[in-house]
T-cell receptor, first 115, second 113 residues
Framework: NAGVTQTPKFQVLKTGQSMTLQCAQD?????MYWYRQDPGMGLRLIYY???????DKGEVPNGYNVSRLNKREFSLRLESAAPSQTSVYFC??????????????FGAGSRLTVL | AQSVTQLGSHVSVSEGALVLLRCNYS??????LFWYVQYPNQGLQLLLK??????LVKGINGFEAEFKKSETSFHLTKPSAHMSDAAEYFC???????????FGTGTRLKVLA
């Protein structure tokens, strides 16, 4: 019962460095998401993938790229990290249920600090 | 455009007292509404959801929420707070046919002994 697994859990970067956050889900969900969580701002959608082979921008996509590697995996890349990208990042997956509602299942989060 | 407003970023209640966390939404079409809970150093997990089947929705751990269209509200309640309810609670809205969920800014619940 792993659900959604994110790696790494913690990372410290220097400004300008690059890194990739990895996410995998084992629930056979079609849709996957990356959110960032900042104090007082709730969760903001960075990118999402409605299904394998598609990706779309969310509310705050600037400075990020994503790859939907296969149905299970969805990675988030920071090409040139900036202090403003210091945040907690959450990956989520979902499948639309019989009710039509899109219920999200979240990973445990990745805490990123950019110095 | 969808939006969610949660009134009160911090709420404190005594153990055994009523919990009331407020959520108002904006949506151009009938929405789906959710409450998620986040315990310290964990991801969010679903507490309950409204999908138009019934206006009063019951969730896990004794929580419930009532959809009131006239007030565009979906407030979360629990009759008697327990210490284990201390967490951050997020209200979210999505529309049928979309993949995006819009989250409120969260309410941190503190339960006092």
């Amino acid at each position: 019962n792993a659900g959604v697994t994110q790696t790494p859990k913690f990372q410290v970067l220097k400004t300008g460095q690059s890194m990739t956050l990895q996410c995998a889900q084992d629930m056979n969900h079609n849709s996957m998401y990356w959110y960032r969580q900042d104090p007082g701002m709730g969760l903001r959608l960075i990118y999402y993938s409605a299904s394998e082979g598609t990706t779309d921008k969310g509310e705050v996509p600037n400075g990020y790229n994503v790859s939907r590697l296969n149905k299970r995996e969805f990675s988030l890349r920071l090409e040139s990290a900036a202090p403003s990208q210091t945040s907690v990042y959450f990956c989520a997956s979902s499948e639309v249920g019989n009710s039509g509602a899109n219920v999200l299942t979240f990973g445990a989060g990745s805490r990123l600090t950019v110095l | 455009a969808q939006s969610v407003t949660q009134l009160g970023s911090h709420v404190s209640v005594s153990e055994g007292a009523l919990v009331l966390l407020r959520c108002n939404y904006s949506s151009s079409v009938p929405p789906y509404l959710f409450w998620y809970v986040q315990y310290p150093n964990q991801g969010l997990q679903l507490l309950l959801k409204y999908t138009s089947a019934a206006t009063l929705v019951k969730g896990i751990n004794g929580f419930e929420a009532e959809f009131k269209k006239s007030e565009t509200s979906f407030h979360l309640t629990k009759p008697s707070a327990h210490m284990s309810d201390a967490a951050e609670y997020f209200c979210a809205v999505s529309e049928k046919g979309t993949y995006k969920s819009i989250f409120g800014t969260g309410t941190r619940l503190k339960v006092l002994a």
